[in-house]
């Protein structure tokens, strides 16, 4: 690795990065115990968090081994028979094994795994609801935007916080995490606005609708269980979709 890459880091417990670091700084972090080998890294290889004990280069690096002095105890030989009895392991044995599919695992499941499997599913359902929040910002006035007609766009100013939301979505669809702020903020900005606007149209459908799905936003960037992440983002979407139904149909 180059020791002028950039590395972004954080523990399986918290939702913030910290970077970024070079290599240099990585080391030292972990001389003083701040980085470990259960420490969460983001691979660009893979854009995704993995832990540094997994990267062989990296674990090598940040955690030289002693080398110590010891007898090797020996080894029983196995015998022709048993090997002919023993089936080969595949790859996908191995792949099944460390997801929890076998008989032997199934009670072995990688808690890391499935927090990036909820941090995935979440992050795909945030997307799909900020590109519904868009929709019901932008549709309205898709003849103005259309034909550029930028007099009639500017008389309808929620199609601006459309396009930023759809431009969000698609940040987020291309991994950036570390906009999971904004998001946050967007979810907020968004239940006081729209709350104000539904409230003075006595809309309170929409609000409930607009409570679950801001809601529903917010709490996809700070939890990472599977089954919370799974309600909220039902809520979120769900709630998104509705708000723009009510937008779309008045």
Not at 189 to 201: A, D, M, P, R, S
Request: aromatic content about 8%; hydrophobic content about 50%; overall charge negative.
């Amino acid at each position: 690795m180059a020791t002028t890459q950039e590395f972004y880091i954080r523990e399986a417990s918290e939702n913030e990065a910290r970077g970024p670091y070079n290599l240099e700084q990585l080391v030292s972090l972990a001389e003083t115990g701040q980085v470990t080998i259960e420490t969460l890294w983001y691979d660009p290889a893979i854009e995704d968090w993995s832990l540094i004990g997994n990267n062989d280069t990296l674990k090598g690096t940040l955690f030289p081994e002693k080398r110590k002095l010891r007898i090797k105890a020996r080894e029983p030989i196995a015998t022709n028979r048993h090997l002919e009895t023993q089936a080969p392991i595949t790859v996908e044995d191995m792949l099944a094994g460390a997801e929890g599919r076998t008989a032997d695992t199934k009670d072995k499941v990688d808690p890391l795994h499935m927090q990036l499997q909820a941090a995935r599913l979440g992050m795909w359902a945030a997307v799909v609801a900020l590109a519904l929040c868009a929709a019901g910002e932008m549709l309205p006035v898709a003849d103005a935007i259309a034909a550029l007609d930028l007099g009639k766009i500017i008389e309808q100013p929620l199609a601006f916080l459309g396009a930023a939301d759809l431009l969000l979505a698609v940040m987020l669809g291309l991994g950036v995490a570390t906009l999971y702020p904004v998001v946050r903020f967007r979810a907020a900005l968004g239940f006081g606005l729209f709350g104000f606007i539904f409230f003075t149209q006595g809309a309170n459908l929409a609000i409930l609708e607009l409570a679950a799905g801001c809601g529903g936003l917010f709490l996809l960037t700070l939890w990472v269980d599977m089954v919370p992440v799974i309600v909220v983002s039902l809520l979120a979407v769900l709630g998104m979709a509705g708000v723009a139904y009510t937008q779309i149909s008045t």
